[in-house]
């Protein structure tokens, strides 16, 4: 019965932290081998390095420390608001067309918009796939939906509500991070072409 109690809780997630501490600098240089290995011309490394700072410090703390769960539900949250702001400015041509598509889409979610963006040619269908895993992982986390998680992350076995948490923190999210990096460097690319309206 000690186990249930507060000081033992308390007592549980001091270690986990403590752990997670001595493992931030291990974490954090793979990330930096896996980015500069993945943005590897000085053009795309700059846009990579720019929107990293801009918008995924938070999600690169939240990596360090080991919370797994946030890091892919940050993730999501980034590319959906991103998108949904960034969307009306690609497809309208003038102030007019684009305030009618914003009202169109700002109670659309990320799945909505992002086959509309493979068919501009603006992504590619491979990161659709790719997008589709991470917003499936970050339901499946959200909704606590062991069905989702299991599928996505425990090969299909059996899990438990209360494992959800245990399983997602030994998936090592750094191929997610980059996944958003490269889908918003995409989309700043195209924004480069266009004549935008705000």
């Keep these: 019965m000690d186990d249930i109690k507060i000081d ?3 007592t549980v997630v001091a270690d986990y932290n403590k752990q997670a501490v001595n493992e931030t600098d291990r974490k954090l240089d793979a990330f930096l081998q896996a980015f500069k290995k993945e943005f590897n011309s000085d053009n795309i490394l700059i846009e990579a390095e720019t929107i990293t700072w801009a918008l995924f410090q938070p999600v690169l703390s939240l990596y360090a420390n080991g919370n797994n769960s946030s890091v892919i539900i940050e993730l999501y949250s980034i590319l959906e608001k991103f998108i949904i702001h960034i969307f009306p400015k690609i497809v309208s041509k003038d102030k007019k067309a684009y305030s009618v598509v914003h009202n169109l889409v700002e109670r659309k979610n990320l799945l909505d918009i992002a086959p509309i963006l493979v068919e501009l040619r603006v992504w590619t269908s491979t990161d659709l796939v790719k997008l589709k895993h991470l917003v499936k992982l970050r339901n499946g ?3 606590k939906n062991e069905k989702l998680i299991s599928k996505a992350l425990n ?9 959800i948490n245990q399983i997602v923190e ?7 991070i980059l996944l958003s990096v490269k889908l918003l460097v995409k989309l700043t690319d195209i924004m480069k072409d266009e004549n935008l309206y705000s």
């Design 170 to 176: 030994k998936f090592d999210t750094i191929s997610y």
């Design 141 to 143: 986390i959200a909704q």
């Design 8 to 10: 033992s809780i308390i």
């Design 155 to 163: 090969g299909g076995k059996e899990t438990h509500y209360l494992d």
